[in-house]
C-alpha cells in the first residue's frame, strides 16, 4: 500500500463517522494478518494496511463495520439492523480473513 492508499482510508473513515454520527479518538492504519479492522472500546478504529487494495464497496462496508462498533460493541440485532440500513448487501461483503 502506498501512502496515498492511508489517505483514502482516513478520508472514507471522516466521511462515514460524519454518516454514522460517531466519532473515533484514534484511527489507525496498520499491518493486520487475520481481520481487516478492529475497534476498541477506547475509540481506537485500526485498519487494515492492506484494505487500500481492495473494492471500494469493501473498504466501505469494512469501515462503516467497525465505525459501528463505537455505538455498538456487539454483533446483536440492532447493529445489523444499522448496517443493513447503510451497506445493504453487506452480507455478501462479510468476508473474513
Known amino acids: 500500500m502506498q501512502e496515498g492508499g492511508a489517505i483514502d482510508l482516513k478520508m472514507r473513515v471522516i466521511r462515514w463517522s460524519v454518516k454514522l454520527k460517531v466519532n473515533p479518538r484514534i484511527v489507525r492504519i496498520y499491518p493486520m494478518r487475520r481481520k481487516w479492522g478492529s475497534c476498541s472500546s477506547a475509540g ?14 469493501f473498504r466501505d462496508f469494512v469501515i462503516a463495520h467497525e465505525l459501528l ?29
Open 44 to 57: 481506537v478504529v485500526t485498519l487494515a494496511m492492506d484494505l487500500a487494495d481492495r473494492e471500494p464497496e
Open 69 to 97: 462498533h463505537l455505538r455498538y460493541p456487539h454483533h446483536n440485532q440492532l447493529f445489523k439492523a444499522v448496517i443493513t440500513a447503510h451497506i445493504p448487501n453487506w452480507r455478501k461483503l462479510d468476508l473474513s480473513r
